[in-house]
């Protein structure tokens, strides 16, 4: 049986075709209108949402009759992670899947940073209590807070970004070196902080970030935990 997993984020559709567990298709794409073109047939179609997304509901549901399962908020099941919020359905549903998904790749207690719109951190216990997390605006929404918000501060149409966390020649460089900087050091500090936790990084931001600490990276957390729901008995298909 093939599952089309798609991720409805904040600012990207993203999507994989999966069958046993392999990957056969994956892609990203900006929402239009031209949204379903670009999506495979599949025998079931699991959707998560961390944003209502009005006009791709209605047209996934047509392009998918009957085989949409939707995935707004994390299920309230201690056999999956023991919340510790209060109110689950409050818990961004990406997170709870990026911490399913971790699980597949370690035992152990694990911080599980997700790089992308929002940089968000959870620290999850060898026996999967969720202890709790942190969420910081990510790159580009630093970046864009500066922009947007200060007079002087802003990029010129001929500066060109540089990589690394090196000091910048140009305004973009300034902002984008600096908010780099910032997250390493966030990460580091929770590094720091909580040494018996093993840290998995994963979001569209997650590659540098890596690559800076000498990490393993893991992209596609959130669809392993998609995946592993689908594997299970845990959806009302």
């Known amino acids: 049986m093939s599952v089309l997993l798609i991720d409805l984020g904040n600012t990207r559709l993203k999507w994989q075709l999966r069958s046993a ?12 209108d031209r949204l379903t073109e670009k999506l495979p047939e599949a025998d079931k179609v699991l959707i998560a949402a961390v944003r209502a997304h009005p006009e ?51 035992s152990g207690n694990l911080l599980v940073v997700d790089a992308g719109t929002a940089l968000t951190a959870d620290l999850l216990t060898d026996d999967n209590r ?31 970004n540089q990589e690394g966390t090196e000091p910048g020649s140009n305004t973009l460089a300034c902002v984008v070196q600096g908010v780099r900087r910032q997250l390493q050091s966030f990460v580091v500090s929770l590094q720091t902080d909580y ?43």
């Open 21 to 32: 567990g392999s990957v056969l298709q994956q892609g990203v794409g900006d929402y239009d």
């Open 56 to 106: 791709s509901r209605r047209l996934l549901e047509q392009k998918y009759p009957e085989k949409v399962c939707w995935l707004n908020e994390p299920l309230d099941d201690d056999s999956l992670i023991r919340h510790c919020y209060s109110d689950p359905s409050r818990l961004g549903v990406d997170r709870w899947l990026a911490m399913l998904g971790a699980r597949l790749h370690s």
């Open 130 to 160: 969720h202890q709790g997390g942190f969420i910081v605006p990510g790159l580009a929404l630093s970046a864009q807070a500066l922009f947007h918000n200060t007079e002087r501060v802003h990029a010129y149409p001929d500066e060109k």
């Open 195 to 237: 040494p018996q936790y093993r840290l998995l990084v994963t979001g569209g931001d997650g590659r540098w970030l890596c690559d800076r600490l000498n990490l393993t990276y893991y992209p596609d957390l959130v669809f392993d935990g998609m995946d592993s729901l689908c594997a299970g008995s845990f959806l009302p298909w």
